[in-house]
């Protein structure tokens, strides 16, 4: 008998402390009193935390395994108002409004915690512990905050110029577009980056990454000059577009009756 209500008080005690635990995405249960308080969180030395405040927009999903980019349905939007508030929205979700601090290289956000693989003034790289890593960049406002109201400033992007490839190459981040309004719908796909590969005769591997307010996909293809335009094709999306402005530090091309693209190298 003595031996049962033994078993029975043991049973009752691993029940509570399970209770008082709690699980972060992507982790084991963690102890929160083992966790240290916002109040004595610190950054690492290599994280500078005003660079967070502003808007991030997931651009790229990446299976932490193999590192190989995934096709997602569920964008995360960060917003980031100031040291302590910030608010988080996945997909078309509700938008939820959190407290959030970091502590060494983890982001707290609520019970949730991102370790921050890197962050710079356009770029944040977060490891969600499970099966992705995310990666956002900066935005002046979400997709859905300004699909197709900024009209374009066609007084200075207004010819098309013939495209230099070799300008090209790299990694490119789309951190602005300009619409004509109704010019788009919610369904239509958009360019979200584009990685230029391997130019050769005019032709160059790419891997792109597009979207609509419900899906964002990853396909590689190929992107060919032609005289005054860019022909990007890839599975799903194939699109002729005009280059408008290229130097190194920016590309700029669309068509300026629809929507144009303004790019900035992605910072590694």
């Not at 084991?28 to 690492?44: E, G, M, V």
């Not at 980031?80 to 409004?97: P, S, V």
């Not at 597009?210 to 992107?223: E, F, P, Q, V």
Request: aromatic letters at 10%.
């Amino acid at each position: 008998m003595k031996t049962r209500y033994l078993l029975f008080a043991l049973l009752i005690i691993g029940s509570l402390d399970c209770a008082a635990q709690y699980r972060r995405r992507g982790e084991t249960l963690q102890n929160p009193r083992n966790q240290k308080t916002p109040a004595t969180a610190k950054p690492s030395a290599n994280i500078n935390q005003q660079f967070l405040i502003g808007k991030w927009q997931e651009m790229k999903r990446l299976d932490r395994t193999n590192n190989t980019p995934q096709s997602f349905t569920d964008t995360m939007y960060l917003h980031f108002i100031d040291n302590k508030k910030m608010q988080l929205k996945e997909g078309i979700g509700t938008r939820i409004a959190s407290d959030y601090y970091i502590d060494g290289e983890e982001l707290i956000v609520s019970v949730q915690a991102f370790v921050i693989k890197s962050l710079t003034q356009d770029q944040l790289i977060l490891d969600e512990g499970d099966d992705w890593v995310k990666e956002f960049v900066k935005v002046p406002s979400f997709f859905h905050e300004s699909f197709g109201k900024n009209p374009i400033k066609t007084d200075i992007y207004n010819e098309a110029i013939a495209p230099d490839l070799n300008k090209w190459a790299g990694s490119w981040f789309v951190y602005r577009r300009q619409a004509k309004p109704g010019a788009l719908s919610a369904n239509d796909y958009v360019i979200k980056s584009l990685n230029v590969k391997s130019v050769a005769n005019n032709v160059a591997n790419i891997d792109l990454v597009y979207y609509n307010r419900d899906t964002t996909i990853s396909a590689s293809g190929k992107l060919t000059s032609l005289e005054k335009s860019i022909l990007i094709e890839v599975p799903g999306f194939t699109q002729e577009l005009n280059v408008l402005g290229q130097n190194g530090s920016e590309l700029v091309f669309g068509r300026t009756d629809a929507l144009v693209y303004y790019c900035r190298p992605t910072k590694n």
